[in-house]
């Protein structure tokens, strides 16, 4: 195997990831006034399933274990306290934007090889991650009416990004 052939794939997890964060995202637009409690439960499993995508791909990489691990223990958290992460939910989302669109800035170094675009595309997004986790911590009344738009335009993001890496996965290093 020569120097110029890349390993091929496709990134399944990615995919997945990306359809139920979109799916979740349109039905956050749809019904802006639906239940926390249902938001705060389809919240809880992605939050699982992201951790496991993050620890199954994290090539030795500690952050991504770590990033992992703590998507995990905050979706089981939630799964076992339903009633209280519906009344917690800006506070959850904000903390959890936060700290997302920060990992994913702290790596985006790796999307350069696959063009200019994604990656500056990717800065911004994060950007946008971080700067939506900001305005929930600190307007906590303004997040809880407005918390539903919010977490579906992130994710709508986040989802769009993630199908992006499905296809673009193996051009990655």
């Given at each position: 195997?020569?120097?110029?052939t890349?390993?091929?794939?496709?990134?399944?997890?990615?995919?997945?990831?990306?359809?139920?964060?979109?799916?979740?995202?349109?039905?956050?637009?749809?019904?802006?006034?639906?239940?926390?409690?249902?938001?705060?439960?389809?919240?809880?499993?992605?939050?699982?399933?992201?951790?496991?995508?993050?620890?199954?791909?994290?090539?030795?990489?500690?952050?991504?274990?770590?990033?992992?691990?703590?998507?995990?223990?905050?979706?089981?958290?939630?799964?076992?306290?339903i009633?209280i992460?519906?009344?917690?939910?800006?506070?959850?989302?904000?903390?959890?934007?936060?700290?997302?669109?920060?990992?994913?800035?702290?790596?985006?170094?790796?999307?350069r090889?696959?063009?200019?675009?994604?990656?500056?595309?990717?800065?911004?997004?994060?950007?946008?991650?971080?700067?939506l986790?900001?305005?929930?911590?600190?307007?906590?009344?303004?997040?809880?009416?407005?918390?539903?738009?919010?977490?579906?335009?992130?994710?709508?993001?986040?989802?769009?990004?993630?199908?992006?890496?499905?296809?673009?996965?193996?051009?990655?290093?």
């Open positions: 195997m020569n120097n110029t890349r390993k091929t794939g496709f990134g399944w997890g990615y995919l997945i990831i990306g359809i139920l964060f979109i799916i979740v995202s349109l039905i956050s637009f749809y019904n802006p006034g639906g239940d926390l409690t249902a938001l705060a439960f389809v919240f809880a499993i992605l939050a699982v399933l992201n951790g496991i995508r993050l620890i199954m791909g994290r090539r030795g990489s500690v952050l991504r274990l770590v990033a992992g691990i703590l998507n995990i223990i905050i979706g089981v958290f939630l799964i076992l306290n009633y992460a519906a009344a917690a939910l800006p506070l959850v989302f904000a903390i959890w934007f936060i700290v997302e669109s920060l990992f994913r800035l702290l790596t985006v170094g790796a999307t090889a696959m063009g200019t675009g994604y990656f500056v595309f990717s800065i911004i997004i994060n950007i946008l991650g971080i700067v986790g900001i305005l929930l911590l600190f307007n906590p009344i303004t997040a809880a009416l407005t918390l539903s738009f919010l977490v579906g335009f992130y994710l709508m993001l986040a989802g769009i990004e993630c199908i992006v890496l499905a296809f673009a996965k193996p051009s990655l290093p």
